[in-house]
């Protein structure tokens, strides 16, 4: 992984940073190591000693000949730039992007497994990955006149994209063994299972926030968005707009209880706003 954060001029910043991470797992659980240490590992002609037909609980003919193994890779990025227009005016840009894959690979062979020999042997194949990408920009402006009045407004732009797909194979009933999962075609085609998916959604806002303070004692915000979701079938409901109105009295700032040395703030306040979800 590695960060970066640098001052390209004196009103200009930028940061980024990614961390990249590839995982190899071997899934071994279920294993049984409550098994009676004495009992034996091989049987007289050399195969792994079992205590009946339904043992299925060897521990080391399950880690030498059971396949469960999994290979994954995961990014995370992120890029912003932030730049003082002016004194009161700041404008922020910010890019995320995260991907993750996996494949999952699986052999329960007919003898030692239980899923292998009620199954004849099963393997499967699962692939997985998904990608992820979010923009977002905002503009800032914050100003007091007359050193009671201060303003602050904020407009902004945002924009995610998600994608995912997924696969899957699966077999049982296997006349070789030979090379496992890796032949899924050795298994009894009337066994064969396929499976696929794939998933996308994009998600569009525009937003903006007011907030105005006096003698920073009464405080007032205003906030509107809207959004768009393709996760809504038609057009004309894939739009929403949610807005919100708020006012506060900080009556810790009042002088009548400026002397209140066991008081830090206290604030009445009263919002009202409508709320969506998708």
């Given at each position: 992984n590695f960060s970066v954060e640098h001052k390209l001029l004196d009103n200009l910043r930028m940061k980024a940073s990614a961390n990249i991470t590839s995982n190899k797992r071997h899934n071994n659980g279920?294993?049984?190591?409550?098994?009676?240490?004495?009992?034996?590992?091989?049987?007289?002609?050399?195969?792994?000693?079992?205590?009946?037909?339904?043992?299925?609980?060897?521990?080391?003919?399950?880690?030498?000949?059971?396949?469960?193994?999994?290979?994954?890779?995961?990014?995370?990025?992120?890029?912003?730039?932030?730049?003082?227009?002016?004194?009161?005016?700041?404008?922020?840009?910010?890019?995320?992007?995260?991907?993750?894959?996996?494949?999952?690979?699986?052999?329960?062979?007919?003898?030692?497994?239980?899923?292998?020999?009620?199954?004849?042997?099963?393997?499967?194949?699962?692939?997985?990955?998904?990608?992820?990408?979010?923009?977002?920009?905002?503009?800032?402006?914050?100003?007091?006149?007359?050193?009671?009045?201060?303003?602050?407004?904020?407009?902004?732009?945002?924009?995610?994209?998600y994608q995912s797909r997924s696969s899957s194979l699966a077999a049982k009933g296997f006349i070789n063994e030979s090379l496992g999962n890796e032949n899924l075609a050795a298994g009894d085609s009337e066994t064969y299972s396929i499976g696929n998916s794939s998933y996308k959604t994009e998600l569009v806002s525009a937003l903006t926030r007011i907030n105005y303070t006096f003698d920073n004692r009464f405080l007032f915000t205003f906030t509107a968005r809207a959004d768009g979701s393709s996760k809504f079938r038609y057009n004309d409901d894939r739009w929403?707009?949610?807005?919100?109105?708020?006012?506060?009295?900080?009556?810790?700032?009042?002088?009548?209880l400026a002397d209140a040395t066991w008081l830090t703030d206290l604030k009445l306040r009263a919002d009202y706003g409508v709320m969506g979800n998708q």
């Open positions: 279920g294993l049984a190591y409550w098994r009676n240490p004495i009992f034996p590992v091989y049987d007289d002609e050399g195969d792994y000693w079992l205590y009946s037909a339904q043992d299925y609980s060897h521990p080391l003919a399950l880690t030498d000949l059971q396949k469960n193994d999994s290979k994954g890779l995961d990014i995370i990025s992120f890029a912003s730039v932030n730049w003082d227009v002016l004194p009161c005016l700041n404008v922020m840009a910010q890019f995320n992007y995260k991907h993750g894959e996996q494949i999952t690979d699986k052999y329960f062979p007919k003898k030692y497994s239980e899923t292998g020999v009620f199954n004849d042997g099963y393997g499967s194949i699962d692939n997985w990955k998904d990608d992820n990408i979010v923009f977002e920009a905002y503009a800032t402006f914050d100003r007091t006149f007359a050193e009671k009045h201060r303003l602050t407004v904020m407009g902004g732009y945002s924009y995610e994209n929403g707009v949610f807005w919100s109105v708020g006012g506060a009295w900080r009556l810790s700032s009042e002088p009548w």
